[in-house]
């Protein structure tokens, strides 16, 4: 956001508009005032100058002579016909005079300068200070939206840390540090809630992996194995997000050959993807961590996508690519949710895989980041540092 634009600065704006304004229209009733009074001033001198000195009236101004009713009557008139030589008449139908009222004009404008010199004088000064007093609730605003901000990336550990007082900004800075808490408490109910289903489920599920194996050859069987596994690998998926959501893991550091491991994972996935690799890149990492990442990130792309799948290794960047339909609009946006679902079909969209990618990239410092080519298909892309 551009500096202009904070609220420090429009804080400054608004007092120095509002100071503009009271000194305009000081400076509009002053000039006013001293206009009426010079006015004032030069009638009283024109009648004193016709009582003392008559005068044969000559021709008169038509605008003097039209208001002279009768020959007891004394008109004055301002005569500002030429704004820079400005006169003051007196006149009755027997005589007439005039004030030259040009001094007077001299010290309207002088006065007006002082009261522009003073106002831009006092705008000077009242607008820094108004930028400076600005800056200590403008700066409590940015702790909050830093605060705010670190907890939509996820650290709801983050806190204001608001302190004592009655204004508004106390307010909203309690209101964020309250709202921390409360999603934290719910995301570790969550996630002890995922972790005991996840191991409550493991004993039964082992009993019922022991009877599946138990049970006669044929389709029925084949099936209900094949469900079982399916299960199990569920069970596995969820107490494995339930320790990355715990933070309870760490990398086991070595020395990686980028390429062969590639081309080992692939394999090892029984899928098939074309490796390319750039070089002999080489990557101090957890090996069985970035197994899981790849692994995860080759089976999404064949089930979610299209052939080819295409797995890319450059330097420590690690490319996978397959043909399909690409990854949805939310998921670009969000990034990976457990159980998300790309179509209206449930088990269709990106869910546990990619979380569970997306959970191991954080624990060996790797970013994992999505994206769709231009000319279609999903692409994800691992950095390893």
Request: charge should be neutral; hydrophobic fraction near 45%; include cysteine.
């Amino acid at each position: 956001m551009s500096p202009w634009r904070s609220l420090r600065w429009q804080i400054a704006a608004l007092v120095a508009v509002a100071s503009g304004v009271v000194a305009l229209a000081v400076g509009l009733l002053v000039h006013r005032s001293t206009f009426d009074r010079s006015l004032n001033l030069g009638r009283d001198r024109a009648l004193t100058a016709l009582m003392a000195d008559p005068a044969d009236p000559g021709p008169l101004p038509a605008a003097l002579a039209a208001q002279i009713g009768g020959p007891d009557t004394y008109v004055t008139w301002y005569d500002d016909r030429d704004p820079d030589v400005p006169w003051m008449w007196a006149a009755t139908t027997a005589k007439a005079v005039r004030i030259d009222m040009g001094g007077e004009l001299r010290n309207l404008r002088a006065l007006d300068r002082h009261i522009v010199l003073a106002s831009l004088g006092v705008l000077g000064l009242v607008v820094p200070l108004a930028a400076l007093a600005a800056e200590l609730p403008n700066h409590r605003l940015r702790r909050v939206a830093r605060t705010a901000r670190r907890v939509a990336d996820g650290d709801l550990e983050a806190r204001t840390s608001a302190g004592r007082g009655g204004d508004e900004i106390t307010g909203i800075a309690a209101a964020v540090d309250t709202m921390a808490a409360a999603l934290h408490d719910r995301l570790r109910t969550e996630q002890r809630f995922t972790a005991d289903v996840a191991h409550e489920l493991r004993t039964p599920l082992t009993g019922l992996v022991t009877s599946a194996e138990l049970l006669p050859e044929g389709e029925a069987t084949d099936l209900v194995r094949d469900r079982v596994r399916v299960l199990r690998t569920l069970v596995e998926n969820l107490l494995e997000i339930s320790r990355l959501d715990a933070g309870a893991e760490s990398a086991d550091r070595v020395e990686v050959p980028l390429g062969r491991f590639a081309g080992d994972c692939v394999h090892r996935t029984g899928l098939a993807a074309e490796v390319t690799v750039h070089g002999d890149p080489i990557a101090v990492t957890d090996p069985r961590r970035l197994d899981r990442i790849l692994a995860n990130l080759v089976v999404n792309a064949h089930r979610h996508g299209r052939a080819p799948v295409e797995v890319r290794v450059a330097g420590t960047t690690i490319t996978v690519r397959d043909h399909g339909p690409g990854f949805p609009a939310s998921l670009l946006a969000e990034g990976p949710r457990r159980f998300r679902t790309g179509a209206s079909e449930r088990g269709r969209g990106h869910g546990l895989g990619l979380t569970i990618a997306a959970g191991q990239a954080r624990v060996i410092g790797a970013r994992l980041g999505f994206a769709n080519a231009p000319e279609g298909g999903a692409v994800a892309t691992v950095r390893l540092n």
